[in-house]
Structure formats: structure tokens, C-alpha cells
């Protein structure tokens, strides 16, 4: 049977091995490297086929005697993931039989200068007496580690693979690594000095290469694709340049080309069983057109196939709601993110776990999602498919993710040396806090950071207050003192969460709240700066105006507010800001509002966003660069009233956009 | 269309599991007819528990033999039949390499009033299993059972893709089906290691201590391991490591690619033996040679003439012959040699000798493996043969070989003696593949050659330097590690370049003249400065290597370095 040449997405194998084209000059290299270094390091821009090259290229040139290859990825913990793989490699080790009373004074340096084997080490030789062949162990997408692990983690690897090294046993390390993570190697190469001294670049496909691809896979006996004679220059350089499009570069991405050349071959022979053959003439090529973004086309498709597959089972299933359920599946630079489906059902809280279990397999199905057994998670197939995933996110995911990224690396540095949220951080994650779950101690550290936050703020003010002792009159002192032996607890307004305690006492008696309340106003107003009405108010006046702050209807003293900063990031080429949204109201009426919800314009992904939580004045935020012309509020009262108000966003907040 | 047959085993109790891994297969089929292969599902469930007569049984024992693929899925109890199911196919598995078995274990909550006593044959059973050896694995739901196959299933289901392309080196030829039809036994390197072990005893305390120690250690599966590593390691370095490929592929399932690999590393193996000794002999002869020439009989001389014009690699048998030359050589001028144990080889090499004969049969197989015509009873036949050969050198078990490198001389103020650094790299059979921790460094009060492969027994100062014949192709390049390549044969017709086969693999490796000879000592700026780079050091390398092949030649058979004459 004549065999369809193309693997897609699919990396290449040792038993693909002749169908594999281009890499020839990166074999031979990488196969003499493995007889000059114990470690051999390969690197190369994502979609180069740096696994292709191993596992089909290396592996396909080495008899299957001669080759005994264990694949580790980071999983959840790449210490764990290379244990759990030697293990199910056969590598138990059995303690029963001493062979060291064998070892005589030459052989002592095939054992590692009689120093005792690790237990990664005697797992290694386990695994190596199972069949005798010398072990390879494949770190593949070792980037992960960095990305993704932890100092403590990648500190224990660094001592495994010396003792690996030291041990004398058959066993050869390959890393995989994509090379903007190349500066990461930094303190791994001072303890382990040999690992970059064999390494091999993959290149990206220049036109030369693709030419051998498609001539190989064309040419081979047993193929169904061939090019029409005479044409063979022709329809390479075609494709060639189809992929390219008007990029200057001299390459192109290795998953385009495999993705193309399926396309083609669709285009002529509508076999979707990919048996019929195909010519490749220069018309076909030129009649694709051009391609664009051949992959986001590629994923477009298969996430309205399996909408409109699953739509009668879930209704309310639509593109959108898939990509939201892949969207934790890359990271935030479009990378892949491999996670375990709990982990998955977590991030994915407001989705039946059924429909988000159905859409996995669904993709598992087609190979887009990939299952690792070792570590237990999914994983997108290939990272090119990961930066369309990316691209697709909406701003509040991607906040999302910025904020767990900001915890994350935040507590993953050791305690000692861990700094607090600043102020502006903590401004920034308050409102994604209950949409991301958190590790007890990122959830302290947050707790921490704010009671750091909070003294510091009480120091202000006492300096602001006694600032304000040596300039303002006795009288309105003496109030002032009063109030702030009162306000022991004092918060400032801040648009985030007030720690618990504070709640607690908020709930401790109401009278003793709204006494502390109508103190922490009046300090409030005056630290603010708008103090200055008061000043020379007597007390019985200021009493008044409280009197007043307290009776008025409540509709008559809330305002709007909105504060803007700038992000560092961009989304679809733009500036993005976060913007937070927050009502002014004396803090001793709070009590009386229930909820507040924000209505914002067309274009937003959820335009309607409602906050409860009176502590942080009812704020909520996000990041972007769009801004609504109006925005509609309603406040919904505790009694059940709703206050509805038309806030000027556009024209309120023009003139607070930070300038550069 | 390639069908790859699954058996699925379970108890009662996981029916929907069964039902669902069912509708699974069904799906994996409809994506993977394109790729010319179809998943045959054999369920038995259906009257399996009512079997009882011998006919039934033999029919099941018989649909299990005919799978690819086993799967026994197992929750709170093991039934009767389901063990017994398991039982046969690793019987199966056992005899004949195949099927592969996976078992899962369901590890889903169950209700602890539902717990009866059959729980404790769950208990017994993986018990059992672990006794056997055998790996097993547990899911939670039937979506992780699903996914944890679909894993398996791509990673090999590659191997039956590839099996139905034509141009597939390692393919199952058509007659492989009437082999399969009997149980095979696994008894590659039975014989081998047996003989091997007693053979070197004599010659290594380790496997000495090893044999004394356990002397039924062809019944412990662990201490068979053991062996086959003192043996590996025993041998001298580039032996030992044929002798592990030969191990590996003998551990390997049943196939018609192990069964070529096994001949093939058979025949291999035997020569590289033949091979070693015959280099060492011409290498220490020329040094005889050089100081005190003697005249060799007309046979012998034209023995050595056809090694070194030799234009295509010599057969197993061609060693054989070059072998009896030189140890007659040897014999008749009564010239001294470090290897002077295989000085009693002559007669067993002799017309009628069990090593001539062995040879000559290990030499039959190229035919078979030509015609790709060889059975079972043909790699035993080899396995027996090259054991002969390898216990008639089991005294290469007393020797050591190492690759030199670089030697480096540290003197420093008022050190009355420097010391020279040797950095070597030992030749181990086992750990061929690994370097690092191979490279080493020797104190010694005294050069020695560097960039040179040699041999020895106790003394490291009394050794064979095996250059030209045996080279580091890693070592003269200036890199790490050591690539260890034979020498086969020159291009006598045409450039005269020289072919060397690298052990690993027995690829080629040609050196050539270079075109940048190293500058007169005459000027020692030029010759600094040319040393100074890497690169033309390498070339000295490389050309010393050459010009003492020719060198040798010439002192050993009177003939020049010829030149291709052009007839046109």
C-alpha cells in the first residue's frame, strides 16, 4: 500500500526513520557527538524539530541494541518525573546483592572512585541490566524546568545528574532546550562545566533543507505523493515561499511546512483518508493562496469541528467557551503548559466539568492534546499550536495569568530573601484573588504583604499627622487627636481587601464600627487632602457635616471613582493599563450597599462585573487598553433599592491617563 | 491493512469500563485505517465464564497466542478466569516474546460495606505479580484508563506502521508467520554466558569469587545478570563490548531482526577477537623487526602481503589465516610476546582445530543472513561457535586496554622531577557508551606514546602499542571520548587512503594524506605557529597515523607505498 509521507504535528520517530528528510548534516553531528561527552545539549527555536531529530534522527541511526531511550519531561516536578520513569523502566533497585565485593583496583574507575552510587545511579544500572542497553535519558522541553520550577527543584536535578555523571554507568544525557532559554544553563553549566561542550544548534528549514524534505518525501518508493516532472525546483521554492509570505526571513517554521503540505495535499485530493495519490504541480501550489497564519487557520478549524461536534450534547457550547477551556493549556509567552485535568477544572471553575472533560478528550482525540502518563498531565501537541491559544486569550485571562505568574514568583524565591507585595502589586491582583486558587503560603504572603502594607501606611500618617500637629490650630487638634487614639486600626483607602481582622472588628459591635467609621472618615478626608474645608470648621460644625454624612440619603453621597496606571504588557499591539473603578462614599454607609455592578460597552468579554466587597469600597479591575464611553452602575442596597448611575469614563479618565 | 489483535480480560464488575474501552478501539480504528492498521478486539467474556471443557480452553489459549496485545483490567476481586487468563498469555509471553500484556488495576472508591473476602485474591494476586516481575498499572476512571492506553498505543503502534512498508530495514519478512507458529524459547546466551564465565574464572578474580560464590547462579534470573556483566566487563575493552551488544539482543522479545542482529554481532564478535590478537602480533612484530630483522618463509611473507594490500575487508576466516602466520612467525623465530598465552593457539587454528572449525561455521552465516534464510536454530548454532572462539581467547580477560591522550609534564620551581600526567581513557566493554567518568589521569614518572591505543597485563609499562592497526579516532581529533575504530582496509587500487571500522557501529572511517603536512623543524617559527592551531594538529594526527601504516607495511613485507598505475 502506497503510504501518505507527512506526520502533521506528529514528531517523528526512530520507526519514521526513512521518511525523515533535511536533518541529515544535524544527524551525523549529533551522533558523533554522543561518543565525545556523557552530555550533549540540543537547541533551536520552538518548531524546529529538535525532538524529531533525537528520537527519529539519532535514534534512527543507532542500532535498537545499542539504544535504550527513557524520554523525561518536567511534569510536576522533573526530580519526581525521572524517578517515576526509571522506575517503570524496570529500574527497582534490588538491594539484596552486593556486587562491590567483586570490584578490584581497576575497576574502581568504571564505579566512580568508589564512591556509592546515588539512587537515581543504581536505578540507572537496574534499568541497564534489564537488557543491556546503554540508557539515554532524553530531557526533552527542558526549558520547563526553569519556566516552571522551583530553585529547590532545580538545585536537586543539578546534584542528580552529577551523580549520574560520576557513576561510570552506561547512560548518556541528552538536554532538549528551546534556545531563548539558553541563558538559563547558567548555573547548571558552572556545577556540571561539560554540559555545553558538545551542543548542536537545529536550525530553522532555510529553502535548501525544505527542498530535501519535500523531494525526499516525494521520492521515496511506497509514497503516494509525487511532484509532476520538471517541476520539482519549482514547486518547492513555491511552498517555500507561500509559507514565508513577505517575511525577510531565510527560514521557515517546520510545523508550517507540514501543515502546508497536508493542506495541499487536501486541496487535490479531497481524501481526508490521505490513501489517494497526489501530484504536486506549481498551479496547485500557487492556487493555495495566500496562507497567512497557517497554524491559528489550522486551530480555528479544529475548535469549530469539535464545537459543532459536541453542540448537541452542550448546548451552550460555542468557540469561544473551547477556547477559554485550551486557553490554560499555553502560557503566557504562547509556550506550552502541560496540566493535570484537576488542575485544569480549577482554573476552569464556572464550566461543567463534563463539557471540559468531553472537549479534552476531544482534542486528545485528534493528538492536539497529548496525555503524559508519567506526570499525569495534557498537553498541547506542539508549542506553535500554543502562541495561537495565546493570541486568542481574552485581556482578563491574560491579567489572570499575570497574576499568578506576580504570586508565583514572588514566594518562589526563599523566604529570607522575599520581598512584599508593594502597594501597587497588591492593587493590581486584589480583584483576580478569588478567581485563581492559591497555595496557603501564597495566601499568607498576600496576608502579610498587606499588613506590612498596612503599617506602613499607619506610619504615614502619623507622620502626616504630626505634621499637621505643628501647623493647624489646637482646636481642630484636639478633634484630630481624639480620632486617631480611635483609629488604632486604621486603614487607608486602598482599593483592596482589608485583612480579616479588620472584618472582625467591622462585625463586633456596630456602634463601635461606625464610631471608629466616622473617625477613619474624618482622617480619611484629612490625609487626603481634602481636609481643608474642615479646618476651620468648629466642632460642633464638624459634627454637623458628619451628622449630615450620616442621614443624607445614600444616593446623594455616593460618587464614582476610577484610577488608571500603566502595564507593562500590550495586547493586539496596544498599550495596556490597569484600570480600577471603586465608589466614594463615607466608609460608615458601606454597610448599607449590597452589591455593585459595573455595566461596561460592547467588546468587553464580560460586561456586566459586580462587586461585594464593601472592604475594598467596592472595586473592581482590569487590563487593557479599551475604554467605554459610559459605564452604567448599579447599586443595589442592602434594603433592596438599586441606585442606578451613569458614570463619563471616557472623559473622566482621558484626563488621567498617565503620559509617558 | 495490518490487524493488531487485542485481548481485553476482566472481571464482572468492570463490564462498563470494557464497554467504554470498546468504543474507544472504535475510535482509535476510524483514525487509524489511514495508516493501514486495524484494532481487532477479542472479548470473551461472553462464555468464558461458563468454560469447562479442555476444547474451550485450548481455543482461548489459542486466541491469546494469536494477540498482539493483552489487556487484564482488575478492580476489587480477581475471578477465577480472569487470573487464569492472565496466567496464560505470560506463559505465552514467556515462550514466544509476544503478546505484550498490560494490566490495570482500578483504584476508584468502593464502598466499604461491599468488601467480601474476595478482596484478599486482589491482594494475592498483585502479590503474585510483583513475584513475577511484572510491572503493573492502576487508573481511576475509565477517561484515565483510556488515556493511559492511547499513551501505549502510540508508542507502539509506530512498530506495526512500519512493518507494512516494504523498504523497512528491520521488517518482518513473509515467512516470519510459519516460525511464529510454535512457542519459541528464550534461549540466547545461555550457552554463551555459561562458557564465558567458567572460561575467564580462571583469569578473574571477580568472576572467580562470582562462580565460587553462587554456584547456582544459572537459577537466580539476578545473579545471571551478574554474570553476564562480570563477563562484559571482564573481557578486554572492545570485546567486552561486542560481547554486551550480543547480551542486549539476546534479552530482546522475539523477532527476525534479533535474530539477524544476533548473527551478525556473532560474526563480529568472533572477529574483532581473531582481529585483536593478529594487530597486537603485527604490531610488536614490526617492533622486533625494527631492531632485528629476520626472513619469513615465502607463505607467511605473502600472508602479511595480502593484510596490507588488502583492498576490501577481510572475512572472518582471512584472520584465521593471517593468525596461523604470525603465530608461526612467532613460533619458528622463538620472538618474545606480552600475549604469550595465545602462542598455544596453532594447532586449534590448524586444518581440523576447534577454532579453524568454529570460524569456518561462523563464516556460513554471512550466506544465511545473505538469503535472509536463518532460523532459531541457526543463531544457537552461532552462539555456540563464537563461544568456542571467545573461551579459546578468555585469557583477553587478564588484559587491559586503554586509549591515550594528551600526556601533560608538571614541573615546578625547585621540583627536582616533573611529573607527567597521563590522561587516559579505559576501554571498558560495559561502558563503551559512557566516557566521562572514563577519562582519567595517571601519574607517572615518565612519558609514554600518546595518541595511541595499547594493551597490557599487570605492568602498564610493559604494553603493545596497537597504532596504526587500532586507533581513537576521538583521541587523535583532540575531542573527548573515545572512538575506537579497527583497521580494515586500504584503497591499495585507488587513493591508498585507509578504511577503519568504527566498533559501535561498524561504520567506515577513512583517513587520508592531508594536503597540510607539518612544517620542517627547520624553521621554528612556522612550526609554532602551525602547531599552535587545533586544527593542523589534528592533521598531524591523522598523517602520522597513515604514514606508520605504510611504514609498517614496508618493514614488515618490503613493499613501498604503490601507486595506482594509470592505464588509460
Known amino acids: ?660 | 491493512m495490518k490487524t493488531i489483535r487485542i485481548f481485553i480480560a476482566s472481571s464482572s464488575e468492570l463490564k462498563g469500563d470494557r464497554e467504554e474501552f470498546r468504543a474507544f478501539i472504535s475510535r482509535e480504528n476510524d483514525r487509524l485505517h489511514t495508516k493501514g492498521i486495524y484494532l481487532k478486539l477479542e472479548q470473551w467474556e461472553f462464555f468464558k465464564d461458563s468454560i469447562s471443557s479442555t476444547r474451550l480452553q485450548d481455543e482461548y489459549n489459542e486466541a491469546i497466542r494469536q494477540s498482539d496485545l493483552v489487556l487484564c483490567l482488575f478492580y476489587t476481586k480477581v475471578g477465577k478466569y480472569t487470573a487464569e487468563e492472565f496466567y496464560t498469555a505470560y506463559e505465552i509471553f514467556k515462550a514466544q516474546g509476544r503478546p505484550r500484556i498490560w494490566t490495570y488495576f482500578k483504584n476508584a472508591a468502593i464502598n466499604v460495606g461491599a468488601i467480601t473476602d474476595e478482596i484478599n485474591t486482589l491482594l494475592e494476586f498483585k502479590k503474585k505479580l510483583g513475584e513475577l516481575g511484572h510491572f503493573h498499572t492502576e487508573y481511576t476512571s475509565i477517561d484515565n484508563l483510556i488515556n493511559k492506553y492511547r499513551s501505549q498505543l502510540d508508542m507502539i503502534l509506530p512498530e506495526y506502521e512500519s512493518d507494512s512498508r516494504p523498504e523497512q530495514v528491520e521488517t518482518v519478512n513473509e515467512s516470519s508467520d510459519e516460525k511464529e507458529e510454535g512457542p519459541v524459547e528464550n534461549s540466547f546466551n545461555e550457552v554463551l554466558t555459561k562458557n564465558l564465565l567458567e572460561a575467564i574464572s580462571t583469569h578473574n578474580r571477580k568472576a572467580g569469587d562470582f562462580l565460587s560464590a553462587n554456584a547456582d547462579w544459572a537459577e537466580n534470573e539476578d545473579l545471571v545478570k551478574t554474570a553476564k556483566r562480570i563477563i562484559i566487563g571482564g573481557y578486554v575493552g572492545v570485546i567486552g563490548g561486542q560481547i554486551r551488544k550480543l547480551m542486549s539482543i539476546g534479552a530482546e522479545d522475539y523477532s527476525d531482526s534479533k535474530m539477524m542482529r544476533y548473527l551478525e554481532n556473532c560474526q563480529i564478535t568472533a572477529k574483532r577477537g581473531l582481529q585483536l590478537i593478529c594487530y597486537a602480533m603485527l604490531s610488536r612484530l614490526w617492533d622486533h623487526q625494527l631492531a632485528d630483522k629476520i626472513e619469513f618463509s615465502s607463505s607467511q611473507k605473502d600472508g602479511l602481503v595480502k593484510f596490507f594490500r588488502n583492498a576490501a575487508e577481510e572475512d572472518i576466516l582471512a584472520f584465521v589465516e593471517l593468525l596461523g602466520h604470525l603465530l608461526e612467525i612467532y613460533t619458528d623465530n622463538k620472538l618474545d610476546f606480552l600475549i604469550s598465552e595465545s602462542l598455544n593457539l596453532l594447532p586449534r587454528l590448524q586444518e581440523g582445530g576447534d577454532i579453524r572449525n568454529a570460524c569456518l561455521k561462523l563464516n556460513e552465516s554471512s550466506q544465511l543472513l545473505k538469503n535472509a534464510s536463518y532460523t532459531l536454530e541457526d543463531c544457537l548454532e552461532a552462539e555456540k561457535n563464537l563461544s568456542v572462539v571467545l573461551e579459546s581467547l578468555s585469557f583477553l580477560s587478564e588484559y587491559r586496554m586503554i586509549s591515550i591522550n594528551e600526556i601533560d609534564f608538571n614541573q615546578q620551581r625547585n621540583d627536582h622531577e616533573g611529573l607527567y600526567l597521563h590522561n587516559y581513557t579505559l576501554l571498558v566493554g560495559e561502558s563503551l557508551a559512557n566516557n566521562e567518568s572514563q577519562s582519567s589521569v595517571r601519574r607517572e614518572s615518565s612519558p609514554v606514546i600518546s595518541h595511541a591505543v595499547i594493551i597490557f597485563k599487570d605492568n602498564y609499562r610493559n604494553n603493545i602499542n596497537l597504532d596504526p592497526f587500532i586507533i581513537d579516532l576521538n583521541g587523535l581529533k583532540l575531542e573527548g571520548g573515545s572512538k575506537i575504530c579497527f583497521y580494515s582496509h586500504a584503497n591499495t587500487y585507488d587513493d591508498l587512503s585507509l578504511n577503519y571500522s568504527f566498533i559501535e557501529d561498524n561504520s567506515k572511517e577513512i583517513i587520508k594524506k592531508s594536503s597540510n603536512p607539518r612544517p620542517s623543524d627547520s624553521s621554528l617559527n612556522v612550526l609554532n605557529s602551525w602547531l599552535s592551531k587545533k586544527e593542523n594538529r589534528i592533521d598531524m594526527n591523522l598523517d602520522k597515523v597513515y604514514s606508520l601504516f605504510f611504514e609498517a607495511k614496508k618493514d614488515l613485507t618490503g613493499v613501498e607505498e604503490e601507486f595506482a598505475e594509470d592505464s588509460f
Open chain 1, 1 to 660: 500500500m502506497k503510504k501518505y509521507p507527512f506526520k502533521f504535528l506528529d514528531s517523528y520517530q526512530r520507526e519514521d526513520r526513512n521518511v525523515f528528510f533535511g536533518r541529515d548534516e544535524e544527524i551525523k553531528a549529533l551522533y558523533e557527538m554522543v561518543f565525545q561527552s556523557a552530555t550533549v545539549l540540543v537547541y533551536g527555536a520552538s518548531g524546529t524539530g529538535k525532538t524529531s531529530l533525537i528520537n527519529c534522527g539519532l535514534a534512527g541511526k543507532i542500532q535498537r541494541h545499542d539504544w535504550l531511550d527513557l524520554m523525561i519531561r518536567r511534569g510536576s516536578d522533573i526530580n519526581k518525573s525521572l524517578k517515576s520513569v526509571l522506575e517503570k523502566a524496570g529500574g527497582k533497585v534490588d538491594e539484596a546483592f552486593d556486587e562491590t565485593k567483586y570490584l578490584d583496583e581497576w575497576e574502581i574507575d568504571t564505579d566512580g572512585s568508589g564512591q556509592e552510587l546515588t539512587p537515581i545511579s543504581k536505578s540507572i544500572r537496574a534499568v541497564y541490566q534489564r537488557n543491556f542497553r546503554p540508557v539515554y535519558l532524553i530531557f526533552d522541553q527542558f526549558e520547563e524546568l526553569f519556566i516552571l520550577g522551583s530553585l529547590s527543584e532545580q538545585q536537586i536535578f543539578i546534584e542528580t545528574i552529577q551523580g549520574i555523571l560520576q557513576s561510570g554507568q552506561p547512560v548518556k544525557l541528552i538536554f532538549s532546550i528551546r534556545e531563548e532559554y539558553l541563558g538559563y544553563l547558567f548555573d547548571f553549566e558552572r556545577a556540571i562545566p561539560q554540559l555545553l561542550r558538545k551542543k548542536l544548534r537545529v536550525e530553522p528549514m532555510n529553502l535548501e533543507k525544505v527542498k530535501q524534505v519535500i523531494f525526499g518525501a516525494t521520492a521515496f518508493e511506497g509514497s503516494n505523493i509525487s511532484i509532476k516532472e520538471g517541476e520539482e525546483d519549482a514547486v518547492a521554492e513555491g511552498i517555500f515561499h507561500k509559507i514565508k509570505g513577505d517575511k525577510k526571513s531565510l527560514t521557515i517554521q517546520l510545523p508550517f511546512l507540514q501543515v502546508f503540505l497536508d493542506k495541499l495535499y487536501l486541496n487535490i485530493t479531497g481524501d481526508k483518508k490521505r490513501e489517494k495519490p497526489a501530484e504536486f504541480t506549481s498551479d496547485k501550489v500557487n492556487e493555495m493562496g495566500e496562507i497567512g497564519d497557517i497554524l491559528s487557520n489550522f486551530l480555528e478549524k479544529q475548535v469549530a469541528d469539535i464545537s459543532r461536534e459536541l453542540i448537541s450534547k452542550y448546548p451552550i457550547l460555542n468557540p469561544g467557551l473551547i477556547w477559554k477551556i485550551l486557553s490554560p493549556f499555553a502560557t503566557l509567552e504562547g509556550t506550552k503548559d502541560p496540566i493535570t485535568k484537576e488542575e485544569l477544572f480549577e482554573r476552569l471553575p464556572d464550566l461543567d466539568q463534563k463539557l471540559v472533560n468531553d472537549v479534552v478528550e476531544a482534542f486528545s482525540n485528534n493528538r492536539l492534546l497529548r496525555y503524559n502518563e508519567n506526570t499525569d498531565t495534557y498537553e498541547i501537541s506542539h508549542d506553535s499550536l500554543a502562541k495561537p491559544i495565546a493570541e486568542r486569550r481574552s485581556v482578563e485571562e491574560t491579567a489572570l495569568l499575570e497574576v499568578k505568574r506576580l504570586i508565583k514568583s514572588q514566594i518562589g524565591v526563599s523566604e529570607e530573601a522575599r520581598e512584599f507585595f508593594s502597594e501597587k502589586q497588591l492593587i493590581y491582583i486584589e480583584p483576580y484573588l478569588t478567581k485563581i486558587k492559591l497555595s496557603e503560603e501564597e495566601l499568607k504572603w498576600i496576608a502579610n504583604s498587606r499588613e506590612s502594607l498596612k503599617k506602613e501606611k499607619q506610619r504615614e500618617a502619623k507622620q502626616k499627622y504630626e505634621d499637621l500637629v505643628k501647623s493647624k490650630k489646637s482646636m481642630f487638634l484636639k478633634v484630630a487627636v481624639g480620632v486617631f487614639l480611635v483609629i488604632a486600626g486604621l486603614f487607608i483607602f486602598i482599593a483592596f481587601k482589608a485583612q480579616k481582622s479588620a472584618n472582625d472588628a467591622l462585625e463586633a459591635g456596630k456602634e463601635v464600627t461606625i464610631e471608629k467609621n466616622y473617625s477613619d472618615e474624618l482622617i480619611r478626608l484629612l490625609l487626603e487632602g481634602k481636609g481643608d474645608k474642615y479646618e476651620n470648621l468648629s466642632e460642633d460644625d464638624l459634627k454637623g457635616l458628619l451628622e449630615m454624612e450620616r442621614v443624607a440619603p445614600i444616593d446623594s453621597l455616593v460618587e464614582i471613582r476610577a484610577s488608571v496606571s500603566p502595564s507593562n504588557t500590550l495586547s493586539e499591539g496596544k498599550k495596556n493599563y490597569n484600570f480600577t473603578f471603586w465608589l466614594e462614599l463615607p466608609s460608615f454607609r458601606k454597610n448599607e450597599i449590597k452589591e455593585v455592578s459595573y455595566n461596561f460597552c460592547k467588546g468587553f468579554y464580560d460586561s456586566i462585573r459586580t462587586s461585594r466587597d464593601q472592604t475594598s469600597s467596592f472595586s473592581i479591575g482590569y487590563l487593557g487598553w479599551g475604554v467605554c464611553d459610559t459605564i452604567g452602575v448599579d447599586i443595589v442596597l442592602e434594603n433592596g433599592t438599586t441606585i442606578r448611575k451613569k458614570f463619563p469614563f471616557k472623559e473622566y479618565i482621558s484626563k488621567r491617563l498617565p503620559t509617558e
